[in-house]
């Protein structure tokens, strides 16, 4: 019996040295990198259940990839969209012209522009949607739709347009009812033309600290929540955050095409390096949690390795 006891025992040694091992490999391999103190943050989840977890996330480079076309620049690229409107507002895009505009001037312009010319009109946003180099970063779909299967509510902060990500999400059938968008919304009023852009101020990377405010409806039917997972592309995206109370959280941040990776490195838990950088990880992460299986039967089973997961 002590032999089989110390058998067994070094099978699921090594069986799970194995698994570690290879789930390192597979997250070098997806472009993750893990920051100071990830994995005592990372253990502060192991008893962390679905109902406990609110999921804060940027949209553009982050559920999008990081060389996808972004909201507010289809306004100034989409032929769809009238000449002298685009003449305008594309000089916007031109960041080494504006580096005199700070973030909310900027903001205000493009917006200000957009009423000005009445653009996009309500009807085209499906077809300008469509016809977009707006990709889903690897692995994005699959993670709304496991968070929208565990019924967590999912929070989208972003300084980008409402009614573009809505639409992107339908067209991806990821426009679930978990799911919150806290952005720039076009309001159309009973018109084809935008008449306004809400909320003012607008929501700009600089400004994502008051999200809680902003969403305070979603806040306070989450009131319960307490334990947080916040993804973004740029070193402001954590803000999102900020004033949300919680006993845990973990933080991931996209470097995409970044040279320098420094500024990520100390802001969020872990980053993913890459344009196309998966979003797998993070769902390992959320199975992690809410599975509870023992290690040998991850480890004896195909569920994380061997299945649609990408390679």
């Not at 502060?44 to 553009?60: H, K, M, R």
């Not at 505009?101 to 903001?107: P, R, Y």
């Not at 806290?182 to 600089?206: E, M």
């Not at 845990?248 to 802001?267: C, E, I, K, W, Y």
Request: glycine share 6%; with cysteine; charged share 20%.
């Amino acid at each position: 019996m002590s032999s089989l006891s110390e058998f067994t025992g070094a099978v699921l040694s090594a069986a799970a040295a194995w698994w570690l091992i290879r789930r390192a490999s597979r997250r070098a391999e997806q472009g993750w990198v893990a920051c100071t103190d990830w994995e005592v943050k990372h253990q502060s989840f192991s008893g962390v259940e679905s109902d406990d977890l609110l999921f804060i996330t940027d949209f553009d480079a982050t559920l999008t990839s990081g060389d996808s076309e972004q909201c507010h620049d289809l306004m100034g690229s989409s032929s769809l969209l009238s000449a002298e409107f685009r003449a305008e507002f594309a000089p916007l895009l031109d960041w080494a012209s504006n580096t005199a505009i700070d973030g909310v001037e900027w903001w205000d312009r493009a917006h200000s522009f957009m009423i000005k010319h009445g653009m996009p009109p309500r009807q085209l946003i499906p077809r300008l949607v469509r016809e977009a180099k707006m990709t889903p970063r690897p692995g994005a779909l699959e993670l709304l739709k496991r968070l929208e299967t565990l019924g967590v509510p999912v929070l989208i902060v972003s300084a980008g347009v409402s009614d573009v990500i809505e639409e992107f999400l339908r067209q991806h059938g990821a426009l679930s009812e978990n799911v919150t968008i806290c952005s720039n919304r076009l309001d159309y009023a009973a018109d084809s033309a935008p008449k306004s852009v809400s909320p003012d101020p607008p929501i700009t990377s600089f400004t994502k600290q008051y999200a809680y405010q902003s969403a305070s409806t979603f806040f306070s039917a989450h009131a319960d929540r307490r334990a947080l997972i916040v993804l973004g592309d740029s070193v402001t995206d954590i803000d999102a955050a900020e004033h949300v109370p919680y006993h845990t959280s973990l933080s991931v941040g996209f470097v995409n095409s970044r040279p320098d990776q420094a500024a990520h490195a100390q802001a969020f838990d872990a980053v993913v390096q890459g344009s196309d950088g998966s979003l797998w990880p993070v769902m390992e992460i959320l199975e992690e949690m809410t599975e509870r299986v023992p290690l040998m039967r991850r480890v004896t089973s195909n569920h994380l390795f061997n299945t649609g997961t990408p390679k």
